[in-house]
């Protein structure tokens, strides 16, 4: 039982010497990796929130590092509405905006325990909205199951 026990700590010694050797003689890239950077949110924000570029942050990623679908382009998230709340560092996706001016950008601001309605309108309302155009958001409480 002793001899196994030392042969199976020779062995892992052996074994141990010839990775760390192999890993030293490996040549090493004198030239840095290329860094793709995604964008990120600098401080929390909250749903409902419409972004500005002080808002955003860009973050070094390695080239093949980089997280499927996060957003690299900092216009492309300017001037856009934040659908769901979002901690500072953390990466932005396109997936978490819409426009000011869409649906999603009305569920995102409609506070918990409220519901929102979409009226159309199509004649006009005793001259306070003209046709066509878009109401105001309306709240109303929900009871939450």
């Not at 196994?4 to 490996?26: H, K």
């Not at 040549?27 to 955003?56: F, H, K, Q, Y």
């Not at 996706?93 to 309605?117: E, H, M, N, V």
Request: aromatic share 6%; with cysteine.
């Amino acid at each position: 039982m002793r001899s196994r026990n030392l042969l199976f700590t020779v062995f892992t010694g052996v074994f141990s010497l010839v990775v760390v050797i192999g890993s030293l003689m490996r040549p090493r890239s004198s030239e840095p990796s290329p860094v793709v950077w995604a964008i990120a949110a600098n401080r929390d924000l909250t749903a409902g929130t419409v972004l500005t570029a002080e808002m955003l942050v860009p973050h070094p990623f390695p080239e093949g590092n980089l997280p499927p679908g996060v957003g690299t382009d900092r216009a492309a998230f300017v001037d856009k509405l934040l659908i769901r709340p979002v901690q500072a560092r953390q990466l932005l996706y396109p997936s978490d905006l819409a426009a000011k001016d869409s649906a999603l950008a009305l569920q995102a601001k409609i506070g918990q325990g409220l519901r929102g309605y979409t009226i159309p309108l199509t004649t006009p309302s005793a001259g306070l909205v003209r046709s066509e155009e878009h109401t105001s958001e309306l709240q109303s409480p929900c009871n939450l199951v």
